[in-house]
């Protein structure tokens, strides 16, 4: 039996691996379990999680590895720009024009990475950027805490974190196998480079599979493991949820009316939130949809819910659901990585989830969560070039939206008069993109949900087939 080291990068993995069955039924599988963890081990204190939770000091970057680690990330990006849209627009979003140090050195870099970025100069930028930290006293304690509990394999639930490549750096100089979970559905087609090179790399779905090695050809197809995802495995464990009566009661919903719920992004990815709530609210109030029905709102767990302050003064009727996650450190490179969610809001997600019947949403993974209860998902998307608002139709050529839009499994909402449309149908005839939406959940998460646990467990367990390189 291996023993396992399992990083915890943030709050949503810890949702994923800590709130999910991962540990416990590690527990049964592994010789021995540890949690690394970049979130305090405060965390966890109320959890009776009977395995080592080890917190690392937090790794904050240098100048010089920020910017061999941005040379990787924009040669990744200036790689795979033809013909993908959302990598084009993520290039597009990097350039900076601050007269700051960094500023000056990413418009250095553009020019530099449009010629050096074959997968040979993506490697030797990262090989720079662990130059940087290969002798970081942060690099030699990690190096330390690794020789102290000998895992056989260090397993991060998150490929992205620039804060975790000394980590990666030190398991690998000490020959420890590594493996990386891809975290979320868009990271692959639309994000950046990963914060290293792993030897094993757990995906979603096929259709993930055949991403990763699109993106990244030094990867072989041996590497790559299809295990689907935990983020929606609380969904399946019966200790999490409510009844309907007591999730009317805790929402203060009318459990004779139907329910419209609209989930916010942050405000960086999903600015017009404002305008879709209030444009719902206002449908609603007109009497058009010839029903009463309650309207529940849920805010982004990344962000605190100031910028609704004026809907909730003009409509006192709407319901609100704010996450419950916790802040559980400020003084952090990325501060909304240290928001960690509590049992009380996974509860609260699966019965809003379960009991809501409309989902609202601007192109989240939301959509996903749920079309798996079987859900009508109306996808809001008014902003444009033309018409002054914040440009969301943009993300409708990025290349895992796209997949959405030709399943059909969702109707997509560009105006006023679309949404009320969209609104009438889903509250007439609920099932009738059902197909679609099982076709969607096939392709995007490959394996059913109570199979993942055990699935990734035997993938992380088998024998070691893969180079261990520096």
Request: positive net charge; charged residues 25%; contains cysteine.
């Amino acid at each position: 039996m291996k023993k396992i080291g399992v990083v915890i990068t943030d709050g949503v993995g810890f949702r994923n691996f800590v709130l999910s069955d991962f540990l416990i039924k590690s527990k049964d599988q592994f010789q021995e379990v540890v949690v690394f963890s970049c979130l305090p081990k405060s965390a966890y204190g109320d959890l009776n999680i009977d395995v080592k939770i080890v917190e690392l000091e937090v790794f904050e970057e240098s100048f010089l590895t920020w910017f061999f680690r941005k040379a990787k990330e924009l040669a990744h990006l200036q790689k795979h720009k033809k013909g993908n849209f959302g990598i084009t627009d993520n290039l597009r979003a990097n350039y900076s024009k601050a007269k700051t140090p960094r500023g000056w050195a990413t418009r250095l870099l553009f020019p530099i990475t449009s010629i050096c970025n074959s997968e040979k100069w993506i490697l030797r930028w990262e090989k720079l950027q662990k130059f940087t930290f290969a002798k970081h006293k942060i690099t030699k304690s990690y190096e330390i805490l690794l020789k102290e509990f000998d895992s056989d394999i260090l397993f991060f639930t998150h490929q992205r974190p620039p804060f975790i490549a000394p980590l990666i750096y030190a398991a690998k100089k000490q020959k420890i196998q590594t493996a990386s979970f891809i975290f979320s559905w868009d990271n692959l087609a639309s994000k950046g480079r990963m914060a290293g090179s792993f030897d094993l790399y757990l995906v979603w779905s096929n259709w993930m599979k055949k991403e990763l090695l699109q993106f990244y050809s030094s990867i072989k197809s041996a590497q790559v493991k299809v295990v689907g995802t935990p983020q929606f495995e609380p969904y399946v464990l019966d200790r999490y949820g409510m009844s309907k009566q007591k999730f009317h009661e805790k929402f203060d919903l009318d459990i004779n009316h139907r329910t419209i719920m609209f989930s916010c992004g942050d405000v960086s990815t999903s600015p017009n939130d404002f305008l879709y709530i209030d444009e719902i609210a206002k449908i609603i109030l007109s009497g058009t949809l010839e029903e009463p029905l309650n309207f529940l709102v849920r805010t982004s767990p990344a962000e605190t819910p100031d910028r609704f302050a004026a809907l909730v003064k003009k409509y006192p009727w709407i319901k609100w659901n704010y996450p419950k996650w916790v802040q559980s450190r400020s003084n952090h490179q990325e501060s909304w990585s240290q928001r960690i969610p509590t049992l009380e809001d996974v509860s609260d997600l699966k019965a809003v989830l379960q009991y809501c019947d409309v989902s609202v949403n601007m192109l989240s993974t939301m959509s996903l969560d749920a079309l798996l209860f079987d859900k009508p998902v109306i996808n809001t998307v008014f902003g444009n070039d033309e018409n002054g608002l914040a440009n969301d139709q943009r993300f409708l050529k990025y290349a895992h939206i796209v997949e959405v839009i030709n399943s059909n499994a969702t109707y997509i909402a560009k105006n006023e008069q679309e949404l009320l449309e969209f609104l009438k149908k889903c509250l007439a005839n609920p099932k009738v993109k059902f197909k679609e939406q099982n076709e969607l959940i096939a392709m995007e998460i490959g394996v059913s949900l109570d199979k993942t646990t055990d699935l990734i467990i035997e993938k992380l367990n088998e024998k070691d087939s893969s180079s261990l390189s520096i």
